[in-house]
């Protein structure tokens, strides 16, 4: 309950001074590194320093507490290489080292291409610093076990700074029905951010904790609060107008609730039963309040329909064009793709925008070519391949699914896919530690 307090606290903290959420950054990352450095439990809190900035980079981008847009990505990557420092890596967890190296081709080409007025940094590494967040920490977690509660716990750390970031949206937001007058995705309403990074970690984030209703918190007090966050975040994921990450925790949260339900008891069923009739209550409730504070556009959102009630012609708000016009790049150079940062290009030559693709898997296709085919295909097998051989994690298929959903809505922007995926390669240890028997003299 005190973590929970303490992140309500630093939420409040933000909408007093965001500058000071520079300074509680640099302390994060510093606890964190000591923790791995000097503390007893490296691999544990290599996982636990993963997560929160997981669930904090959002966040920390909103209150400008970055030093640079990527940090987030690059403190995984420290944490992730001080592990496999400490700690070694699998030589199973090759797969990921072919991932890196079927990339390179592809930054070659981007080098060659590259106009004089670019920066190489800004045009390259930041559509790269996604995959290589994800291969180094995959690398490290890839055939590692721990039990089924530091596994939560790990899942805890990526809620506590979403308690942080929702406090901060609420009291950040000004009144909805001003700021609300059309159906395109709001970041007034999203703590002054962009509503698809919001909509995306909040809908992680109340995946996660529907989860913990199934999967209770043994304190009672605990399970309340965060059974109200659980709502307040889905409230607020609505309020954003982004539904990508809506719907990816929605499918998410089904495809959990059927893998448990069918392998628990018929005592548990009825219990799972009973919680799911509550939670379609009250999401209908939410759902209900949402259209009231939203004059119903929310509906006209979600029925691809304009503030009138129109009919929209593109469900898709346009990635269905940046999706061919990346087809026609991998056309162009089907081999060696067109380079790392260069279908950009294509997007204001073509269809006279500035944007970077939406679309990690059309990205790794159009910039990459063939060689990003294979590397999709590494990520794809490599993790089915370790479940058919008898890894257990039952958020394997929900945690899979949010990777595979998001990168192909938003990309690799924001850490959290890359880490959510390499979760996928953990093995649970479900039975718990017995304690040794005493034994009277």
């Given amino acids: 309950m005190n973590a929970i307090l303490f992140h309500v606290g630093i939420g409040l903290m933000a909408s007093f001074s965001r500058s000071s959420m520079f300074l509680y950054m640099i302390l994060v990352l510093l606890y964190f590194c000591w923790q791995i450095v000097t503390g007893k439990q490296k691999e544990l809190y290599v996982l636990l320093a ?10 920390f981008r909103m209150t400008k507490a970055f030093i640079f847009y990527e940090t987030g990505k690059y403190a995984i990557m420290l944490f992730s290489i001080l592990g496999i420092f400490y700690l070694g890596f699998k030589k199973n967890a090759f797969p990921y080292v072919l991932y890196l190296i079927l990339l390179l081709p592809g930054v070659l080409v981007s080098y060659d291409s590259i106009s004089y007025d670019t920066n190489f940094r800004t045009a390259v590494l930041f559509n790269l610093s996604g995959p290589l967040c994800l291969s180094l920490v995959s690398v490290y977690i890839f055939g590692r076990t721990i039990t089924l509660k530091q596994f939560l716990k790990v899942l805890d750390y990526i809620v506590y700074p979403l308690i942080s970031m929702t406090i901060y949206i609420v009291l950040y937001s000004p009144d909805i029905r001003e700021v609300i007058t ?83 008891s018929l005592k548990n069923k009825a219990k799972i039963t009973l919680k799911m009739t509550g939670i379609i209550l009250v999401t209908l409730a939410i759902w209900t309040f949402t ?74 296709l159009s910039e990459h070519g063939l060689f990003g085919i294979f590397a999709l295909l590494v990520l ?62």
């Fill in 50 to 59: 993963c997560a929160y900035f997981t669930g904090a980079e959002v966040f």
């Fill in 182 to 264: 059309n159906t395109a995705s709001n970041s007034a309403v999203s703590g002054g951010y962009g509503p698809n990074q919001v909509a995306t970690v909040l809908g992680l984030g109340v995946f996660i904790l529907l989860s913990r209703l199934i999967i209770p918190y043994k304190n009672a007090l605990v399970q309340m609060a965060m059974m109200f966050f659980l709502a307040l975040m889905g409230y607020r994921a609505l309020l954003t107008f982004s539904r990508g990450g809506v719907l990816v925790a929605v499918l998410m949260s089904i495809v959990f609730i059927i893998i448990i339900y069918f392998s628990t």
């Fill in 291 to 364: 259209i009231f504070q939203t004059g119903g556009l929310i509906e006209n959102r979600y029925s691809n329909e304009d503030a009138l009630g129109r009919e929209k012609d593109d469900v898709t708000t346009g990635r269905v064009d940046l999706l061919a016009t990346e087809i026609e790049a991998f056309k162009k150079s089907p081999i060696l793709g067109v380079g790392v940062g260069q279908v950009k290009t294509y997007f204001e030559t073509e269809l006279g925008i500035e944007l970077p693709t939406h679309n990690e898997i059309s990205r790794l």
């Fill in 380 to 441: 794809i097998f490599a993790p089915i391949i370790t479940k058919m051989n008898g890894r257990k994690n039952i958020y394997f298929y929900p945690f899979l699914i949010f990777w595979g959903l998001t990168i192909a809505h938003s990309s690799m922007r924001i850490a959290a896919p890359a880490f959510i995926y390499a979760l996928c390669l953990l093995n649970l240890d479900y039975a718990p530690k017995k304690k040794p028997a005493l034994h009277r003299k």
